[in-house]
């Protein structure tokens, strides 16, 4: 049973940091494709950052440059390292995966960008 486990989130000031973990269980992440994804109050769910297997990267112009998708394989986990944060940046992130049977979603993080 595949299951992905999001944390450190929580509330920063404009311009502050946060890093984001998705720690997985019943996969191995260094074989999957992994993304972020977020989801603000009112909007729909938006990609953020993509990681594939060979490591090649994506970002969403909006957080082009100042987010950083990165895997840590040994703790079988993939992190999201957010610099540079915006009130636009507010909304529940989630962590996604696929296999070949299934789509897996963590259960989300809060990310609060405010003064």
Same mark, same amino acid.
């Given at each position: =049973? #595949?299951? @992905? #486990?999001?944390?450190?989130? *929580?509330? %920063? =000031?404009?311009?502050?940091? @946060?890093?984001?973990?998705?720690?997985?269980? *019943?996969?191995? @992440?260094?074989?999957? &494709?992994? &993304?972020?994804?977020? =989801? &603000?109050?009112?909007?729909?769910?938006?990609? %953020? &950052?993509?990681?594939?297997?060979? *490591?090649?990267?994506?970002?969403?112009?909006?957080?082009? *440059?100042?987010? /950083?998708?990165?895997?840590?394989?040994?703790?079988?986990? %993939?992190?999201?390292?957010?610099?540079?944060?915006?009130?636009?940046? /507010?909304? %529940?992130?989630?962590?996604?995966?696929? $296999?070949?049977?299934?789509?897996?979603?963590?259960?989300? $993080? =809060?990310?609060?960008?405010?003064?």
């Amino acid at each position: =049973q #595949v299951q @992905l #486990v999001e944390s450190g989130g *929580g509330w %920063v =000031q404009p311009g502050g940091s @946060l890093r984001l973990s998705c720690e997985a269980s *019943g996969t191995t @992440l260094s074989y999957r &494709a992994v &993304a972020w994804y977020r =989801q &603000a109050p009112g909007k729909e769910r938006e990609m %953020v &950052a993509t990681t594939d297997r060979s *490591g090649s990267t994506g970002y969403s112009d909006s957080v082009k *440059g100042r987010f /950083t998708i990165s895997r840590e394989d040994a703790k079988n986990t %993939v992190a999201l390292e957010m610099n540079g944060l915006k009130p636009e940046d /507010t909304a %529940v992130y989630y962590c996604h995966t696929v $296999t070949w049977t299934s789509i897996y979603w963590g259960q989300g $993080t =809060q990310v609060t960008v405010s003064s």
